[in-house]
């Protein structure tokens, strides 16, 4: 009986895991969605990303209420408990993350009849790129459970610091010359830093993966590490 039960939970965590997969691929088509139809004025397309966030928003209730679920029913320990904390948590970053192609839908909607400058036309592009590459990746990281993965993209998410930076910049120079007006200028500001936010929780994603397949605290390894080159001296460190 008790064999069955864990054979049970398994398929039931397998399929949580499937479930947080398929929200990651509607992010990344959300992302990648908004962003045309910020390039190209699609205000129809604009209001389809906005309804479709409806669909999101369900399976991310559906996949906590499965882990909770999990939790109160089969009590999971060790690994198995650290999979679904992290998923839990996955969960939410990936739904905050769905918010912000939303956000950027609602930004295309309010510059509508505002031409987009062509430099800042080619960051938005390689902020959206950048941003949906995070987000696969830190995903790929979960379903393979690969914690080296998952700890590379907080220096991987540093292109598209970068690149928001940049925007930015440009942006200013494009204001300083009157070649952008104000209101617009302010909405693509914002709509910058969503991009850059989806990658912070694309970052996130990969801190929680580490600590799924480690059971360490990614802050905590890298504040050793920080420790360890500063002062070099490795018996200063606490061992786990």
């Given amino acids: 009986m008790a064999e069955e039960s864990r054979k049970s939970f398994h398929r039931d965590l397998s399929e949580v895991r499937n479930d947080v997969a398929v929200l990651a691929t509607m992010v990344t088509e959300a992302v990648t969605r908004s962003t045309d139809a910020l390039l190209s004025a699609d205000m129809a397309a604009c209001q389809r990303i906005i309804d479709a966030d409806d669909a999101a928003d369900e399976l991310s209730r559906h996949i906590e209420d499965r882990c909770f679920r999990l939790l109160a029913l089969q009590q999971p320990m060790a690994a198995d408990l650290r999979t679904l904390a992290a998923s839990m948590r996955i969960n939410s970053d990936l739904e905050r993350s769905a918010d912000l192609a939303v956000n950027i839908a609602k930004g295309a909607r309010r510059i509508y009849g505002q031409e987009i400058p062509p430099r800042l036309r080619g960051l938005v592009g390689q902020m959206s790129e950048e941003s949906v590459r995070l987000v696969r990746l830190a995903i790929d990281a979960y379903t393979e459970t690969n914690g080296a993965l998952g700890a590379a993209l907080d220096d991987i998410d540093n292109r598209l610091d970068q690149l928001q930076v940049d925007f930015v910049q440009t942006m200013f ?42 059971g360490e605290s990614h ?22």
């Fill in 173 to 214: 120079e494009v204001y300083a010359n009157d070649k952008l007006a104000l209101q617009p200028a302010v909405q693509l500001a914002l709509i910058s830093r969503f991009f850059e936010r989806i990658g912070d929780h694309a970052v996130n994603i990969g801190e929680r993966v580490w600590f799924m397949a480690s």
């Fill in 219 to 240: 802050e905590r390894v890298r504040s050793t590490i920080e420790l360890v080159v500063a002062t070099g001296r490795t018996e200063t460190v606490d061992q786990p």
